[in-house]
């Protein structure tokens, strides 16, 4: 939901001027909208990766990271599609293992680049006080300094945090393009799962349970 949110108002940022928000206030209302939600979604990252080295079988990066053998695994289980027998698992098939990593990997740089961002722009934590600091003339106290307002900041250091920030903020927007393709994507993909090989991968994402009718490739007792 939050990375939904993310997507939502990150596109209301980018389309402000189509939708006719000019202000510089709306501008950093929603900045700071972006923001929080933000942070919501990077503690919940956080959670994720540590549950990843602490959660259950099927949870963990070991299982879910594609390993030694991941190429043989991926043959094995197309074949077992084009021999009309796909093979089941409880955790993840080996290729939406590959787009979890991949979604993962995104989210972390999505969750970097934000962070970084959120400093640069409007001063926010965690690296807010220290941009502010950079940024502020000497003898000027680092707190009184507002965002997209130059008084009390130094033009040079401003100059050097902007190139500083461009290429951050277009990691963050070519990120979030990959992410809204990758997770069209992947919902695609997930839906002919279910539909050419049955297994409840969709049911299993609200009761935590897939209904299988062969033996999961990945059981072990
Ligand atoms: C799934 C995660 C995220 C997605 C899909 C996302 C998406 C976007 C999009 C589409 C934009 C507009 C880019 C632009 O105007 O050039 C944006 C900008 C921004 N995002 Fe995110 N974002 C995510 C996470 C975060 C997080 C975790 C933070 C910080 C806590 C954050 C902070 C920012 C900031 C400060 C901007 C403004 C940067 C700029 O104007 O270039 N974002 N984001």
Known sequence: MTVISLIFVGLIMLYKKELGISSIDAKIALKELHIIIGY??????????VWGFIGNQYARWSYIFPGKGFIKEVSHYKMSIKEGNPQQFIGHNPLGRLAISFILFLLIILAMSGIIRAGTDVYYPPLG????????????????????????????????????????????LYSAYT????????????????????????TAMFTGKKVLNRKPLDFEQ
Not at 40 to 49: C, E, G, K, M, T
Not at 131 to 150: C, H, K, L, M, R
């Open 40 to 49: 919501v979604f990077a503690v919940n990252l956080l959670v994720r990766i």
């Open 129 to 172: 006080s220290y941009f502010a600091e950079y940024v502020a003339d000497s003898g000027v106290n680092p707190d009184t300094i507002i965002p997209y307002n130059p008084t009390g900041t130094n033009e040079t250091k401003v100059k050097e945090l902007k190139a500083f920030k461009g290429p951050i903020g277009k990691i963050h």
């Open 179 to 202: 992410l809204m393709f990758i997770i069209f994507v992947h919902i695609f993909f997930v839906v002919l799962t279910e539909v050419r090989e049955g297994g409840g991968l969709i």
